[in-house]
């Protein structure tokens, strides 16, 4: 939930993704040498029924990138280290598919279907039970031949209401929709994101779906507001409920899936009372506002999933609807990146991470019956 130079990074580099991939084309016909291209094809069955997974998705996606960003200085981005168009196919109804025109390398296979455990080479974290994604290497013109499987997985379903009895249900657009999300237990007692999300309906009820057997923990993420910074009006993380009504993901309710097993009645409860803010400003160490950055607020000692908000035009930040409890509050800068040009041989891009504008600092406050005494944050620019 937080903002960080990466995003800024990645923003960039698709957008110039193109121009690389016009250079490669432009290079290849001028050198009358096209590569040769190889094809992907077989089948996808079901492991519960054993019968054909007719309309599963299936993807090829290239190894990852290997570009490591330097905490400040200049660094060069390569085609090699661009993002690829997925080469993908939909399984038809007897369990069959094709991927055609596959340049020479390495790819992960990712595979959806609706009720059934992913295969996502971009899943960073996963429970244990969950199987390791199928890799293929393709060579010039080879045409290979692979035989796939998809498990069902368990499901977690439940309702989110507010306290006072009402649907938490906004009958919004999807991005401002409340949104329910799933930890997975990664190693015994660490809880990673897992997954997509899921959004709440008329009646606040939710179901999650295609989960690997493993323990998870549930929560719902509300809308933010919006902020009026320097750079426009940006939006802010909605405060998070973990099962069944805490800010804490430690006093969440563990639930065990087993695979093809539903999970009914894990409930959120949002509260609606005894809520109060927490607000303040940022300054530098002569008293002038700080207006870039990113303000953290979270449970003490459980940073990991944070409410999020830029400081506004004159510093000021706010974090409402909060229960009592002890919070942190941070705030942190990052490097913002630059785009110096080609490099000489215009194989690449010369790219800039600037130095953070100031070192991150924090402070802690006590909710307890009343809103938080107006906050200060004074940081150290850099120099």
């Known amino acids: 939930m937080t903002m960080d130079s990466s995003r800024l990074s990645v923003c960039l580099i698709n957008a110039l993704m193109l121009l690389f991939l016009a250079a490669a084309l432009t290079a290849s016909l001028v050198l009358g040498q096209p590569p040769a291209l190889g094809s992907v094809s077989g089948t996808v069955r079901l492991q519960d029924t054993r019968g054909p997974a007719a309309g599963a998705f299936i993807s090829l ?3 990852p990138s290997k570009l ?7 660094y060069v981005v390569r085609d090699d280290d661009l993002p690829q168009f997925e080469l993908h196919a939909t399984v038809g109804s007897n369990g069959s598919f094709e991927i055609g025109n596959i340049p020479p390398g390495e790819y992960a296979v990712m595979l959806y279907k609706p009720g059934y ?11 244990p039970s969950m199987r390791p994604v199928q890799r293929l290497r393709i060579v010039a013109g080879q045409r290979k031949t692979v035989e796939l499987e998809l498990e069902r997985g368990g499901s977690i379903e439940g309702h989110v209401t507010f306290t006072d009895g009402r649907p938490a249900h906004t009958g919004m657009q999807i991005a401002h929709e409340i949104a329910v999300n799933v930890e997975a237990e990664t190693e015994p007692g660490k809880f990673s ?6 959004h709440t309906d008329s009646n606040g009820h939710y179901s999650i779906d295609g989960l690997p057997t493993g323990r998870y923990i549930v929560f719902a993420g509300l809308p933010g507001n919006m902020v009026t910074t320097t750079r426009g009006r940006i939006g802010t993380s909605g405060r998070v409920v973990f ?6 993901a430690s006093k969440a309710e563990v639930v065990n899936v087993q695979q093809s097993k539903s999970h009914a009645g894990v409930d959120i409860q949002v509260p609606t009372q005894g809520l109060h803010s927490v607000a303040g400003m940022v300054v ?3 008293g002038k506002p700080v207006t870039e950055g990113l303000i953290r607020l979270y449970p003490k000692g459980e940073p990991d999933l ?18 009592d409890d002890e919070y942190t509050v941070r705030a942190e800068s990052y490097g913002e990146i630059s785009f110096l040009g080609m490099t000489e041989d215009k194989t690449g891009m010369r790219m800039f991470r600037n130095k953070a504008p100031f070192a991150p600092v924090s402070t802690q406050v006590t909710l ?13 620019m850099a120099r």
């Open 193 to 198: 994101r897992f997954g997509g999300a899921a």
């Open 243 to 248: 099962a069944p009504s805490s800010v804490r």
């Open 117 to 127: 455990i992913s295969q996502d080479p971009r899943i960073s974290v996963a429970p």
């Open 306 to 323: 944070s409410l999020a908000a830029p400081p506004g035009i004159h510093g000021e930040f706010l974090f409402a609807d909060l229960p």
């Open 61 to 63: 996606l290239p190894a």
């Open 284 to 286: 530098d160490s002569s």
């Open 368 to 380: 307890a019956g009343r809103n938080a005494e107006a906050l200060v944050l004074r940081v150290q």
């Open 68 to 74: 490591t960003l330097p905490e400040v200085g200049e």
